[in-house]
């Protein structure tokens, strides 16, 4: 497949040892004018500057809204609390330098350009899993494992859950007697944390790693599903992107985890449409595997099926999403038997939120705050891009994906199933909209923002859960 959407010129495919043809496919970083080391358009710098403060003026006022109520939510429209005291300077200054390097990287040397795919995808990983690490210690060494070996976490769990066959058997009869992270999601991450304590590695520490990790892998599997939409080109333009999300902020709770594993999911539905023969049924089949495992990690990942429906529509070519649902299907009816109903799951937690703190939320209120967080996560750039796709109209692929994505945020906003800290819940969805940063024709001065945006962010809110 080709691509064409880097000014109007189309573009030669991306190899890994030609300067001549690879300098030019990463030129439009500055400007589309062929060069990596020119200076950003004025125009793209002043909108990127106007993005910030707009988007720090939407924050307030939502916040402002939100304290008005008797909300819990801690740092209105945030969860979490605002920080009293100066953070730890060493946190900031790593997460300010990576920052910087990210940046370097992509704007002034032709690396991204020249290095082999295979060493983006790894390096695109490592870049996500510093910058998480790097703000999360804005909080200070001690606080690097957050929460998740707090009460209200997964882990609380594993004492009373006993075997994996007891405790699915027994869930929804004890739901209310489930800490709070365990009553809010299917059993799969306790089921998870019961394989490791059988090893001896149900701990806080290979707890954290596992869920950085899992945030930082929804990288590549974007990038992955991106070159097999739009191709090679477009993948390494958003490669920097992504790795700088300002989601990575809350990529210390475990629905970063559930991030990465919906991430590969959804990609290799993307590759399973975009392929023929035997190779097209085996991707459709471990897409309906990592699907299943979702579904068994966050109720409202079901929600984010609707990309890979979205992109098999687009392709006109449904029969591997047909076998990825019939994987989902057997692993639901298995599920079943084994005694967890996952629909009797969805209801018991809808129930128990309705008796918690969602009462104290207007549901008005948090539809304007959820939307106004979901900004913040994604970043100004993936904003300035969704806005630019909508302008345009065209059906490109990223703007497929993209709009697919917004369409399945729009509908857990409306759900009301969710009121307030989304930061955390809709993780999942953050890399699928900010592919829309594709259609950026200048995207150093956006990057930059979206970088000082998390920045900023970690300097002035404890997230914690």
Known sequence: MTHTAIGERSQAPVGSRSAARLGAPLGPWCDGAGATTGAPSTNAA???????????????????????????????????????????????????????????????????????????????????????????????????LGSLGGRYDYLAAISDAGSPGTFLDGFLADHAAWPLHVQGHPPGMVLLLLGLDAIGLARVGVIAALVLVGGSATVPAVLVATRNLAGEVAARRLAPVLVLAPAAIWWSSADALFAGVAAWAVALSVLSTGRRGPVSWWLALAAGVLGAASLMLSYGLVLLGG??????????????????????????????????????????????YERGVAQDRPYFVFLVANLVVFAAAVGPAAVAGLLRTVRAGRAKPLAVVAGSTMTCVLVADLSGFSKGEVERIWLPFVPWVAVATEALPERKPWLIASGLTAVVLSVVLEARW
């Open 307 to 352: 990309v890979p429906v979205a992109v098999a529509a687009w392709r006109r070519r449904f029969a591997p999403l047909a076998a990825s649902a019939a994987v989902v299907g057997l692993a639901y009816v298995a599920v079943r038997a084994a005694g967890f109903d996952w629909w009797g799951g969805l209801e018991a937690t809808r129930a128990a």
């Open 46 to 144: 002043r909108s990127a500057t106007l993005a910030l403060l707009g988007l720090a003026a939407v924050v307030s006022l939502a916040g402002i809204l939100a304290v008005q109520t008797s909300s819990r939510i801690g740092a209105p429209p945030f969860a979490g609390q605002w920080r009293l005291l100066p953070p730890w300077p060493g946190g900031v200054a790593m997460a300010a330098a990576v920052a910087a390097a990210v940046v370097a990287v992509a704007t002034r040397t032709t690396y991204v350009s020249h290095i082999r795919w295979c060493w983006l995808l790894a390096g695109s990983l490592l870049g996500a899993l510093v910058w998480s690490v790097a703000l999360a210690l804005v909080d200070g060494p001690a606080e690097l």
